[in-house]
């Protein structure tokens, strides 16, 4: 029941991870917070913004997918959470 359960979670979380990466590479780029995150992370991994002028998209969509996953997770850890202390309560 636990693989069921544990299969049913990474489903869940990468249908909605990327559903919300879509919607934000559909955002357009002029969307402030955007080009600042890629090009802060960029900078994190040493890359220089200005040299690799082509990899900023690349990188910005890579940036948006691994934000989106770790969003879902959360989103999905906190479902079950919720689920489990309703079933527990329920019991009570």
Known sequence: MKLVR?????????VIG??????IASLPYEFPPLPALIALVM?????DTVTNA?????VGLLVIIVLSLVAAAL???LLNLAFHRWRVARRS
């Open 18 to 23: 990327f559903a919300l990466s879509r919607f």
């Open 43 to 47: 900078r994190k991994f040493g890359i």
């Open 75 to 77: 989103i999905v850890w």
């Open 6 to 14: 544990y299969g049913a979670n990474m489903l869940a979380t990468v």
């Open 54 to 58: 082509d990899d900023i998209e690349t």
